[in-house]
Structures are given as structure tokens and as C-alpha cells.
């Protein structure tokens, strides 16, 4: 999963990584995500509008697993940056953490047209796409529900 702050997108080391983190997703705190999301706390520029304050409380929200708090906030910055590719795409992150994955790819896909080569939100947006595949017995695939049992 990706989060990002500002104009900037920071994201999990590999994909296998952001695999297993989606897998974990319910079953465990997120250390990777928490250390993604500090780093982008502390990459903060001193310049802040509105939106970017509501994008910083969110990523603060979400280091506290207070996903509700962080959707509260990105919404609100989307108020007045509804132009905001990282608004968009971390709203759809903290859906995905809440299970909303319908709601998650909405997100996603406004994200795809503000910033149609941003490779992160191409990646949560493939990502979560997956996880809503259904399952295929004759091919031996899992379905989202399997995937997100384990």
C-alpha cells in the first residue's frame, strides 16, 4: 500500500512486501506501514495549505490506527484540493484498511485520472483490484475472501 503527502508518493520496499502486508492487514499492527508513514511525517515541507494540513493530520491519524479519523481528514482536504492525486489515492488506502474495497477503487481510479502515470496509485489500484478478483477453483486461485483470511 501506498500513502502518500503532498505532491509526493512513498511506498512499501516490494511488491512482495505490499503482498504480505495486505494479507497481515487485519490480523496485526502495520509496522511497515507506521514506518512509511513516519517517514512521510518528517518529509513535511514548511509550506501548508488547507489540504496539505488535512493530508499531514490523516497520516497522523493512520501512524495511530484511527483509520476513521484519517478518512474524516482526506475528505476534508479534498474540499479544497479536490484535485489532489495523494488525497484521493491515501483515502482509498485507509477504505482498503477498512474493508471498503468497492469504495477503495472509486478512490483509485480519480486518483488515475488526476495522475494517470503515477506508478503508486497504478499499483494500489491493481492491488486492490486483486484482492476483489473472485475465486477460480479450476485455475487453483484463491478469492479475495480466502486471500483475506490468511
Known sequence: M??????????????KKK???RIK???????GLLILLMILGFGAGCASSPGREQIRFGV????????DEAVF???NALV???????????????YERKGL????LKEYEIALRLEPNN???????????????????????KGSDEKRKK
Open 101 to 104: 474495497f468497492e469504495d477503495a
Open 119 to 141: 506508478s503508486y496509485v497504478k499499483s494500489n489500484y491493481q492491488n486492490c483490484k486483486e484482492i476483489l478478483k473472485p475465486a477460480d477453483p479450476a485455475a487453483g486461485t
Open 80 to 94: 479544497t484540493s479536490p484535485n489532489s492525486a495523494a488525497a484521493h489515492n491515501n483515502l482509498a488506502v485507509a
Open 19 to 21: 503482498a504480505t502486508l
Open 73 to 75: 481528514r482526506w475528505k
Open 60 to 67: 497522523w491519524a493512520s501512524r495511530q490506527n484511527l483509520w
Open 2 to 15: 501506498n500513502i502518500a503527502f503532498g505532491n509526493g508518493v512513498d511506498d512499501l520496499t516490494d511488491r
Open 25 to 31: 492487514m487485519g490480523k496485526k499492527t502495520l509496522p
